[in-house]
Structure formats: structure tokens, C-alpha cells
């Protein structure tokens, strides 16, 4: 198994766990997260989303959790196609403030609950979901390892785990391009934006730290996941990643 370089990847490079530099980056750019995520990606992360949450609704959970639910986006587009009821947790109380916002505009209190959480520890029995889903989350854990395995834990054997996350392309052609872009251009919009001068350089630092293709698979089939799959999408910017909990599972780590 390859080394896990993106647990490496700080926002800060204090002196502090990636975990509390997580939460204190996203605290920081709460309030322009979502307007820089339509601007970064040209809004092909709402299809990228959309893609990911007909896969769920095609296994018709009825409880889903939603890892690093940020500023609920993909809570609220689950909760609109699928019957499921939603637990949405975030490392960021400032996101988890947006969210709850956005989730009561959307009118969906009722079916989306919202809480600060660490993935690594969730306050969830086990077996107690279908899906776990997580979008452009995982290259923010501080144990990319832990992080499955506890995900892994609060599936019900038979349940799915769906993730979204920002890859960095292999053509030779969309390559150049994409290092321009998510290396220069992004990170000056994110310090106009947001006025944090390191969240959006941390973002393409991370991104090519991550685990990916059959490296992020054999890294969920080694917390004890069977059946991952990668897909790539536009280009191989983004990839959605899909795996099982196997029936048998009982909870030890392979």
C-alpha cells in the first residue's frame, strides 16, 4: 500500500493536527465556500454531485449519512431524491451554520439533521445506515484509513459507500492545463474571494497528495470494503468512487 501523503497536507503548517487546521480553514471561508466552488469548477460540481446521488437514490437507502456534509449541498439534493433520512457532519461549525441555513430555506428540516463531528470518531451506533456518502471530503482526513474503517463501522452489511473526490487528470493534454489552473489561478481567487491566503493553495496540494484510481480503491478494500470501484469524470478531474459493506463483515479491520 502505497504512503498516504495527503495526511501530510496541512492548510496551515502550524503546529497543531490536521484535523483542528481543517476546522479552522473551513471556519474561515464559510461564508464564500459555496460561491467559490460554482467559480473553481464553472458549476460542473453540481453534476458531478448529481452523479453521485443517482447512484444513491438507485440503492433506495433509508438512512444515509452525509461525511464532511460542508454547506449541505449534497444533504439537500440526496433529501430531494431520495425518501431517506439524512445525518449530515462537518469538522466546521462555520459550514455547519451555512448548511442549517440552506437546509431550512430548502424546507427540509424535517429530513436533513446537521452536526459538528469527526469523521474518525462519529457518534453513530454501528450498522445504522445504508449509504455513507462523502463529497470532496476524504483528502481533508487526518487518517485516510481510520476514516473508512469508522465509516465502514456505522454501514449496515450490504450498505454503500459513495465518494466524490477531486483527482488530477492523466492526459497530456488536459494535464498542463489543469496544473495552470488549480495551481495559479485558483489559489489567487481564493485569497480575493475569501481572504485566506492558504485554503485555496492547500487545495491543489491536497489533491495531488490523495490516493487515487486503484490506489483509493485497494485503500477502501483494505479498511475492509469489497467491490470498489473508480470512475472518472470530466477528463479525470473529478472521480466517484463507489464500495461495499460484504455481509459477513464483523467489524475487524483486515
Known amino acids: 500500500m502505497p ?14 493536527g490536521k484535523a483542528s487546521q481543517v476546522r479552522a480553514m473551513f471556519n474561515n471561508i464559510a461564508p464564500a465556500y459555496d ?31 452525509d461525511v464532511a456534509t460542508g454547506t449541505a449541498d449534497m444533504a439537500i439534493l440526496m433529501a ?18 451555512v448548511g442549517i441555513e440552506k437546509v431550512k430555506k430548502a424546507k427540509l428540516e424535517s429530513r ?10 462519529l457518534p453513530f451506533s454501528d450498522n445504522t445506515f445504508q449509504c455513507v456518502t462523502v ?12 476514516g473508512y474503517r469508522s465509516m465502514l463501522r456505522v454501514l449496515q452489511p450490504g450498505g454503500t459507500l459513495v ?8 492526459s497530456p493534454i488536459i494535464k498542463p492545463l489543469y496544473k495552470l489552473y488549480t495551481r495559479g489561478i485558483i489559489p489567487l481567487m481564493g485569497r480575493i474571494v475569501s481572504h485566506d491566503s492558504r485554503a485555496y493553495s492547500y487545495l491543489p496540494e491536497s489533491i495531488a497528495a490523495v490516493p487515487q484510481g486503484s490506489e483509493m480503491t485497494a485503500l477502501m478494500e483494505q479498511a475492509g470494503f469489497e467491490q470498489a470501484t473508480a ?23 483486515k
Open 112 to 121: 436533513i439533521n446537521l452536526q459538528v463531528a469527526d469523521c474518525l470518531n
Open 163 to 170: 465518494v466524490l473526490e477531486l483527482s488530477t487528470p492523466t
Open 35 to 65: 460561491f467559490m466552488n460554482r467559480a473553481m469548477t464553472l458549476g460542473i460540481d453540481r453534476l458531478w454531485r448529481r452523479k453521485a446521488v443517482r447512484h444513491v437514490a438507485s440503492i433506495r437507502p433509508h438512512r444515509i449519512l
Open 231 to 253: 470512475k472518472p469524470l470530466t477528463f479525470g478531474v473529478c472521480t466517484l468512487y463507489t464500495a461495499i459493506k460484504p455481509f459477513d463483515h464483523n467489524n475487524n479491520s
Open 135 to 146: 463529497a470532496y471530503g476524504v483528502r481533508n482526513f487526518e487518517h485516510l484509513l481510520q
Open 3 to 16: 504512503h498516504i501523503n495527503c495526511e501530510n497536507i496541512n492548510p496551515y503548517n502550524s503546529g497543531s
Open 80 to 97: 430531494r431524491r431520495c425518501s431517506a433520512g439524512i445525518a449530515g457532519i462537518d469538522l466546521s461549525q462555520g459550514m455547519i451554520d
